[in-house]
């Protein structure tokens, strides 16, 4: 296959590379489990390894290294397309909940997470960036040793693009675990969901009743968190004219279609355009 990099050479280097996988998602989770702070992260000074990111590790390795076992049985063959199925689902559905706003609970399945308010995401959840690695990487070992050679192909293809992701990722730490992530390609699956979210926000999903809907008080909308709070600024005010001495109103307002809805001091119901005040 000219042009192309052949993969029974490279056999042993990537069983081997399948078995670092593997350990370095079990050093993560065993940091996990015993609250040991350098297997979390490897690294001094980065962050640690979530703990579906570890799991992933560990599958996407033992997927790997029973994939180019030599003369491979049934047994280890249908583990190896169970462990790539797995790894596929967690970066994928991963990669939806970030997208989407979706909480599946699956960041949590295996250790739980008591410092987030209800309703926010999981401080566990794995990064966008490694959630599109396992969803390129899954598809990849199930192509692997596939009799077609356009299916190989596409297998080398998914592999170099998410070692691609790892390397650029590899690199920024080079300059420093601290300056880590202000490198684009480290941080490219976060611009991805950047994106995606500032598309998602277009949809009005509104206060459309006192205490929001189901009155938990509660939004879904993710523009401002803890990393962003401390920056807000008033972006409009708006003066009904109807204030008098003494006179003090706090409302809850309501917002429908981007219009919000609140009452003055003598009672009176106004509408402003949410996004401006702009009186209606």
Request: net charge neutral; proline share 4%.
């Amino acid at each position: 296959m000219k042009g192309w990099i052949s993969i029974s050479n490279y056999r042993g280097q990537s069983r081997a590379a399948g078995a670092v996988s593997a350990l370095i998602g079990a050093l993560g989770l065993v940091g996990w489990a015993l609250g040991i702070e350098s297997f979390k992260s490897i690294v001094p000074g980065l962050d640690a390894i979530k703990p579906n990111t570890g799991a992933g590790l560990i599958l996407a390795g033992v997927a790997l290294w029973l994939a180019l076992k030599p003369q491979s049985n049934g047994w280890a063959r249908r583990l190896s397309e169970t462990c790539a199925v797995v790894v596929t689902l967690a970066g994928l559905l991963t990669l939806g909940e970030y997208v989407f706003g979706w909480d599946l609970g699956i960041d949590e399945l295996l250790f739980r997470d008591n410092s987030v308010a209800v309703g926010l995401p999981s401080s566990l959840r794995m990064a966008p960036n490694a959630a599109i690695c396992f969803a390129l990487l899954g598809p990849a070992i199930l192509l692997l040793d596939s009799a077609r050679d356009e299916l190989r192909r596409v297998s080398q293809s998914l592999a170099m693009v998410s070692g691609t992701i790892a390397l650029f990722a590899l690199v920024a730490v080079g300059f420093g675990p601290a300056q880590a992530g202000h490198y684009l390609p480290a941080k490219a699956g976060h611009y991805l969901w950047a994106g995606a979210r500032a598309f998602q926000a277009s949809e009005n999903l509104g206060w459309p009743i006192n205490g929001g809907v189901d009155n938990i008080r509660y939004s879904p909308l993710t523009q401002i968190n803890r990393d962003n709070v401390s920056k807000l600024q008033v972006a409009w005010t708006y003066d009904s004219h109807d204030a008098f001495k003494a006179s003090e109103m706090q409302s809850n307002p309501v917002v429908v279609d981007g219009v919000l809805y609140v009452t003055t001091p003598t009672l009176s119901v106004v509408a402003v355009t949410a996004a401006t005040g702009t009186g209606l």
